[in-house]
């Protein structure tokens, strides 16, 4: 591990350390107008949500370090105090990079990048119509960061007064992720999308598990399990102990190789076959199909598994 301190780095190298590490971040398609009433969006990846009784996010715009200029979003919040911040989409990445080119405060960045409007309810800028989810806010406050030391940031405190949502991002009454196809910034140039093969679940645990250090050592020192794996079976409330009916198949039950069964991912069948074959002592296979399981969320089935010696 290289220990770096910031006082050792340029501005830029920085700026570009501390990025790449806080990743990835979302972006907020930010609308504002000016008191002439011209439009300006920019794109934000100083971005996120602070609470929710009521809803706040925060946005980042900073000022210049070379020129000491703020960003016409800052001004045009300031001076109006409103805005609305747009979530980004894969197909919408282009026009906000167009967007995050330096206009002059005059020119309408909508015209420029091909992004279109849609009227607001409560505020003056407009939605962006390309955004799947918007919402309009007020500003709370602007928070400036160390510019006793020079700072260059800002943090702008934001309520959310109302929000825009698409039906099309949304199943079963709630908001679908996988539908939403955002992207996120990284360090450097480098974006990501979230993608439907990209998202996954993870529940949240119930109760306080066992924890990773109360697993049995041949299980705590497994060269199969991950640690992922590990935490999975640590998340039990009590050491469960080998169930003598586990496991159970019906009279028909057929099954291949152990090898082809997890490649397909039948943990049970391999199972089926280390059974039949009498090798149930054999740890490797045992802790190979409980990983199975635990990769199909079946932690009682795992752990069951990992217990048959
Ligand atoms: C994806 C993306 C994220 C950005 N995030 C920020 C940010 O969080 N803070 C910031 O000051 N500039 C950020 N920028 C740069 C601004 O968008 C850019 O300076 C823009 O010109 C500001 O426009 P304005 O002066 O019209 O407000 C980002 C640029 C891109 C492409």
């Not at 996988?178 to 990209?198: E, F, N, T, V, W």
Request: glycine residues 8%; contains cysteine; proline residues 6%.
């Amino acid at each position: 591990m290289q220990k770096i301190l910031p006082s050792d780095l340029s501005h830029r190298d920085r700026h570009q350390l501390l990025l790449s590490g806080v990743a990835p971040r979302p972006i907020a398609l930010v609308s504002t107008v000016d008191e002439a009433g011209v439009g300006n969006i920019s794109p934000f990846s100083f971005f996120n949500a602070y609470g929710s009784k009521p809803p706040i996010l925060a946005i980042g715009p900073a000022i210049s370090a070379k020129t000491g200029a703020t960003k016409d979003t800052w001004r045009n919040i300031m001076a109006t105090k409103q805005c609305t911040v747009n979530v980004c989409t894969y197909s919408m990445v282009e026009a906000i990079n167009l967007a995050s080119a330096e206009y002059p405060p005059d020119v309408d960045e909508f015209e420029k990048c091909g992004l279109s409007r849609v009227n607001a309810s409560i505020v003056t800028p407009p939605l962006v119509r390309e955004s799947p989810y918007s919402m309009e806010c007020v500003l709370m406050e602007n928070i400036e960061l160390r510019r006793d030391i020079g700072g260059n940031g800002n943090i702008m405190l934001l309520e959310v007064v109302c929000f825009h949502v698409s039906d099309s991002i949304m199943h079963d009454g709630q908001i679908d992720p996988r539908r939403m196809d955002l992207i996120a910034r990284m360090g450097h140039d480098y974006y990501c999308r979230i993608s439907p093969h990209s998202i996954f679940e993870v529940h949240k645990p119930g109760v306080p598990g066992i924890g990773v250090d109360a697993l049995p050592e041949h299980i705590r020192t497994s060269v199969v399990l991950t640690g992922n794996h590990l935490a999975k079976l640590a998340g039990v409330q009590y050491l469960p102990m080998l169930d003598g009916s586990f496991p159970q198949f019906a009279k028909d039950f057929r099954a291949d190789s152990v090898q082809i069964e997890l490649e397909g991912g039948r943990p049970d069948a391999a199972l089926f076959v280390l059974l039949s074959q009498g090798k149930q002592r054999d740890r490797g296979i045992r802790h190979k199909i409980a990983a199975a399981f635990l990769d199909q969320n079946k932690i009682s089935e795992a752990w069951q598994t990992l217990l048959l010696e």
